[in-house]
């Protein structure tokens, strides 16, 4: 078998076998040059993957490194996961809240990079908190708390490592089938029974149309299913920031007020909602609108909170931090962004949001970049809401006054103002 042939046969629309994809697959690793790795990649963004095709790539690449056997936690095991965003804060109120119900969350999680945030490094503004734990203490957490959030392994999916890396480069990480191979071989050799999926949409997103997101969604659910996994899926907005605060610790901190019932509408019905699929998954919780009912008293009760705290202790974070945020560190550098004129809020670009919380330091360009757990934004006002010229629209937290000054210059592209009122953008767009 020779990688030209398999090339040359994509290229000219044809349907890969099992046997030449995992010639791909293994030979990615070593034995196929980088050249040809990109040029099989282009031919599969130009001319798209079967159904059966997508399913045994993903299949392929979820094997090709560490696969986790979590049959030595008692009980349905639920993964959530986010194709990413800004001011997503969902594992850390989702997770508890399902966890209260019942649910087991084992979950890996990964790093921010670029204008999205990344719940390991929320966590880890917690003093203390260790996302490196072996398998058994991950088993133990999971099985005496109920939910466990951890990095991911060196070498879970290493093809996908390798793919992605030349994909990012090679202008083929559009390709529906690639992007949903590379996600859901992460999830399946993760290795939970159940996979809900939050497939964002709209500015601050990769996927930008519905039409795609949905199509995204649709693809890694049959990925699930075919892999014999309880999978499900929500299209949810990201046009606008989610909640209020965006970077590390103060999002953490806005997942505390959440949890305490005093949290952005907006978080706290995608969390319940994200909640109820995660229980309706696992097959503990009966009808979608029972599950619905469940996960709303774990919030009210605080029981969710607890599991939070519960979690946090378990790793060996200081739960102070959680019961009195006033003590997480503060910038040295902190400014206002104020209205320019009067008018209803019609729109906040949340990429642009994002990106503005990487500049202040919140975020890294590059794996590696150090981030300041302390850096980023509290938006003041949210699309819909009224303000006068001059008035506070957003208080920046930066860890340098060069930082600063650079952030007040972009987040003021992010803000629209009009005399029109808006309408309320719907938060959940669709199911699969």
């Known amino acids: 078998m020779r990688i ?7 290229r000219d629309g044809g349907e890969l076998t099992r046997e030449e994809l995992e010639f791909f697959v293994s030979g990615s690793l070593g034995t196929i040059p980088d050249y040809q790795l990109s040029a099989l990649l282009m031919a599969i963004c130009i001319r ?4 059966r095709e997508t399913s045994d790539l993903t299949l392929l690449m979820a094997n090709s490194g560490d696969v986790m056997d979590l049959s030595k936690i008692e009980g349905t095991t639920i993964d959530k996961h986010s194709t990413g965003g800004v001011g997503d804060k969902t594992t850390l109120i989702a997770g ?31 003093p ?14 999971v099985n005496r708390v109920g939910i466990c959030v951890v990095g991911q392994t060196a070498n879970l999916a290493p093809a996908d490592k390798k793919l992605y890396a030349l994909r990012d480069v090679t202008a083929t990480v559009e390709s529906i089938p690639l992007i949903a191979s590379s996600v859901m071989s ?11 999926l939050d497939v964002k949409v709209g500015k601050g997103a990769f996927m930008k149309t519905r039409e795609s997101a949905i199509a995204l969604a649709e693809q890694m659910v049959a990925i699930g299913k075919r892999a014999g996994r309880h999978t499900a899926a929500l299209i949810t907005n990201m046009d606008v920031p989610l909640g209020r605060a965006i970077g590390n610790s103060l999002e953490v901190t806005e997942a505390v007020e959440t949890l305490s019932c005093k949290g952005p509408a907006d978080i706290t019905d ?8 995660m229980l309706y998954l696992s097959k503990k919780g009966g009808t979608l609108t029972e599950c619905r009912r469940l996960a709303s008293e774990a919030l009210k009760s605080g029981a969710a909170l607890k599991k939070l705290e519960e979690m946090v202790e378990a790793q060996g974070g200081d739960i102070a931090y959680l019961r009195d945020t006033e003590l997480f560190p503060t910038t040295p550098e902190s400014g206002e962004y104020t209205a320019e004129k009067d008018g209803y809020i019609t729109s906040i670009d949340a990429e642009g949001c994002g990106i503005t919380a990487s500049l202040l330091g919140a975020g890294r360009e590059a794996a590696g970049d150090p981030i300041d ?21 957003a208080i920046l ?3 340098s006054q060069i930082k600063l000054v650079q952030g007040l210059a972009r987040i003021a592209r992010c803000y629209n103002i009009s005399n029109i009122n808006p309408p309320i953008p719907e938060l959940i767009i669709a199911s699969v």
Do not use: Q, W
């Open 48 to 51: 798209g993957m079967t159904e």
């Open 373 to 393: 757990p302390a850096a980023g934004i509290i938006l003041l006002k949210k699309p819909g809401e009224y303000v006068r010229r001059g008035e506070p629209l």
């Open 397 to 399: 937290y930066a860890s």
């Open 270 to 277: 995608l969390c319940l909602e994200l909640a109820a699929n």
């Open 96 to 126: 508890p809240i399902a966890a209260a119900c019942g649910v087991k969350v084992a979950k890996m999680s990964g790093r921010a990079l670029g204008h999205t945030g990344g719940t390991i490094d929320k966590l880890e503004s917690i």
């Open 128 to 141: 203390g908190f260790r996302t490196s734990l072996s398998n058994k203490e991950f088993f133990d957490i």
């Open 4 to 10: 030209y042939d398999i090339i040359a046969k994509k």
């Open 186 to 196: 992460k999830k399946l050799a993760a290795g939970s029974d159940g996979i809900l």
